[in-house]
């Protein structure tokens, strides 16, 4: 009797003092931090869908797999790239498995129905790859961030402007025909335009075109000083392919949207990649030395350079892990945790230079115009050879006004009539 | 609640289907098969909840796949169109014009049925692996008019909806109110399957010649039999509007019907009561075997071919046989 009563108060008192030593440890945060991260594992895009899990691992294993003091699990599911099933994925994430918060999706499509479903619950849910222009613009929802990501319509810009500098007047695009191809398209083609210049004609082509020689036939038919090429995966890879043997290659500039050049296209292509010029945030032939520590790194785990998909996915687990380490570890305060990520500044990701978010939840950048050159090993890879200092998803308009406009489309590409 | 539904007055004169075999059996089955749903709620959680709801929607797209290729003999592979139909026009009167949700069910149904119409009319013209091909054939078209249509279907992106309305928000509410349509829609469809009209396009299924000479107007039971099974889906594809809230080019495409006739066939064609089943297997599998593996598809792939060299009759079908064999001794 006089043991127990004797075990009982001194373990109180114990736990009592203990609980003095270590302050504001709560209950809720006891177990690991959940991570729901989707990516097409099967299907059209599963390759893409691989680099996003080796890339968003990468930088989990490089802290540990702990961060703010807790544990953290990520638990991957395949969306297929499917809408459908990326929306039964997520649901099973948060309502099953409970994670604290959702990370991931490549196509727009399957982001843009998870970010609808989180609409309505408020789960943190961050799109590293989803591009899609009217998620952090007309349409955008406070508990979805495009953390290291990028609006599908923030890079062309740069590259119309510096298409001007260059001289070039007359420009046909060539592009693929859905969303992604008509923001990044529309993008060029209003700041090319509004800048003096002139579209000539746009193509589009149906995704996985095989046969692109109608399309170079009338390409070479017109009288322009460069083409605006809007392609990713194997269309992209055909594409280069076939414009050289048409015998176009030198003989046309050709300025790319970011995915044409991307790592996943020129990995496997050859000297028919050489010189093509492109804008983007990251360019892995950059001699910033975080970004090669990076990319030697990758290199050694993965035995290829990376990816936009692989860079995109470690740099938004950074960003969030920057923030999760400002609450300590509290996720589950959701509130706090969100403006926690939206006020972090990240300083040392694989970019050099620090990235701050807009009020729309979109970073800002500088932008490379980059060009696909061969490294001392022999691979092709992008390096930088201008830089645009401070580009946000507006260009240089006034969000409001921007915003007035309509979202870009097959119909709307606001070329302005001159 | 809704257990009730499907105890509607028995009707043991009704034409049997085989003899030796109780003219009951089918509604044993479906009083089983209702009991089970309407019990489900106890013990599950609240993502397995929107897994029955989702199992008991493509039950319906599945029955109404069934109604024709079990009872008509007509294997048809655009009715993921159809469903997707009704659940585009959902969503576009909801969020796009802004319309009220009751209305936008109903006009979801209207479209389906209509757009079921036009299929009937070129369906009725041809028959077996043709019939399939033009099934084919008008889903593809339904589906490259919501992929291209961009400034009214949203391309490939899709359609955004705003919610559900509050009165069947809750997730145990609408799966109820899910539970009823379905209860009363098999209840009527089997009703139908049944009338002398069924019967008829049994007939049909067994020998549409001798069906002709005996007087019957085979392509008027035909187009009927399929503007049915049309507003069916539409149905299912309302219903599924309502519970995803989103729709996008993927819900009208090929594998949706591809799905459907899946998991009728799975479950056991010309049973009706096998589509729950079909449904309830397939839904299952594609989220337990994806918690294991990547390679969820080639598991769903093997099943679906040892089924059918196992089963082909459906595991409805097969659980029958055994039940027969063990009452023969």
Not at chain 1, 390 to 398: K, L, P, R, V
Not at chain 2, 98 to 119: D, E, K, N, Q
Not at chain 2, 231 to 251: E, H, K, Q
Request: with cysteine.
């Amino acid at each position: 009797m006089d043991r127990r009563v004797f075990l009982k108060s001194s373990g109180l008192t114990l736990s009592a003092a203990a609980g003095i030593a270590v302050p504001a440890i709560g209950s809720a945060q006891a177990g690991p931090i959940r991570i729901g991260m989707m990516a097409p594992l099967s299907g059209v895009v599963a390759a893409g869908g691989r680099e996003m899990v080796d890339g968003f691992k990468m930088y989990w294993d490089s802290v540990g797999n702990e961060v703010g003091g807790r544990k953290v699990e990520v638990i991957v599911e395949d969306d297929a790239g499917n809408p459908d099933t990326a929306l039964q994925k997520a649901r099973r994430l948060v309502e099953k498995t409970q994670v604290d918060f959702l990370f991931g999706n490549l196509l727009a499509n399957t982001g843009l129905a998870v970010a609808n479903y989180v609409k309505g619950n408020g789960v943190p849910y961050f799109i590293p790859i989803i591009a899609a222009d009217d998620l952090t613009q007309r349409d955008r929802i406070p508990n979805v961030i495009r953390v290291a990501g990028y609006a599908a319509s923030q890079f062309p810009p740069p590259l119309a402007d510096w298409a001007l500098k260059q001289g070039h007047k007359r420009v046909a695009t060539i592009s693929q025909d859905y969303s992604f191809g008509h923001e990044q398209c529309g993008g060029f083609c209003q700041i090319f335009s509004e800048g003096g210049g002139t579209i000539v004609q746009q193509f589009w082509n149906p995704l996985n075109t095989s046969d692109f020689s109608p399309y170079l036939g009338q390409i070479a038919a017109l009288n322009i000083d460069a083409i605006f090429i809007m392609e990713l995966g194997s269309d992209a890879n055909r594409f280069m392919q076939q414009f050289a043997n048409f015998g176009l290659k030198g003989k046309l500039p050709m300025l790319g949207a970011m995915n044409f050049t991307d790592q996943s296209v020129i990995r496997t292509a050859g000297p028919e990649c050489e010189g093509i010029l492109s804008s983007a945030h990251f360019a892995e032939g950059s001699d910033n030395p975080a970004t090669q520590k990076f990319v030697a790194a990758y290199q050694k785990k993965f035995n290829i350079l990376p990816s936009l998909y692989g860079f995109s996915m470690y740099s938004g687990a950074m960003w969030v892990a920057d923030a999760i380490r400002k609450v300590n570890g509290a996720v589950d305060k959701r509130a706090e945790f969100l403006e926690a990520v939206r006020k972090t500044e990240l300083t040392d990701s694989p970019l050099g230079r620090p990235v701050r978010l807009d009020s729309f939840g979109n970073p800002i950048y500088d932008v490379y115009i980059r060009k696909v050159v061969k490294n001392k090993d022999g691979k092709y890879w992008n390096v930088p050879v201008e830089t645009y200092k401070n580009i946000s998803q507006f260009w240089t308009y006034d969000p409001q006004v921007y915003m007035k406009q309509p979202p870009y489309s097959r119909t709307f590409q606001g070329i302005k009539k001159s | 609640m809704s257990a009730q539904q499907p105890v509607a007055p028995p009707r043991p004169v009704e034409a049997p289907v085989a003899p030796g075999r109780g003219s009951r059996a089918p509604l044993y089955w479906g009083l089983l098969v209702a009991v089970v749903f309407a019990l489900l709620p106890l013990p599950l959680s609240s993502y397995q909840m929107s897994l029955a709801t989702e199992i008991l929607i493509f039950a319906l797209l599945a029955m109404s796949i069934d109604m024709l290729a079990g009872y008509a003999g007509l294997v048809s592979l655009g009715h993921g169109a159809i469903f997707g139909t009704a659940t585009y026009v959902v969503l576009y009167w909801t969020t796009v014009v802004g319309g009220s949700p009751w209305i936008g069910v109903a006009l979801g149904i209207v479209a389906a049925t209509a757009l079921s119409v036009v299929f009937a009319l070129f369906a009725t013209r041809v028959t077996g692996v043709y019939f399939l091909l033009l099934t084919l054939a008008l889903g593809m078209i339904v589906w490259g008019v919501c992929l291209r249509w961009t400034s009214v279907t949203g391309g490939e992106n899709g359609i955004r909806g705003g919610g559900r309305p509050e009165v069947i928000a809750d997730p145990i509410v609408f799966y109820y109110v899910i539970l009823a349509i379905v209860a009363v829609l098999t209840l009527l469809v089997w009703r139908f399957i049944k009338s002398p009209f069924g019967l008829s396009l049994s007939g049909i299924r067994d020998s549409a010649s001798r069906m002709r000479s005996l007087g019957y107007n085979v392509p008027l039971h035909v187009f009927l039999a399929f503007t049915v099974s049309g507003f069916v889906a539409g149905i299912a594809g309302a219903c599924y509007a309502l519970f995803n809230n989103f729709v996008s080019p993927s819900t009208v495409q090929l594998s949706q019907s591809v799905e459907g006739l899946l998991m009728a066939i799975i479950g056991g064609i010309g049973t009706l009561v096998g589509s729950f089943i079909g449904a309830a297997v397939i839904i299952v599998l594609e989220n337990v075997v994806s918690e294991y593996t990547a390679r969820w598809p080639m598991v769903l792939g093997g099943m679906f071919v040892v089924t059918m060299i196992v089963a082909p009759e459906g595991i409805l079908g097969a659980v029958r046989k055994l039940f027969r064999r063990v009452r023969k001794g």
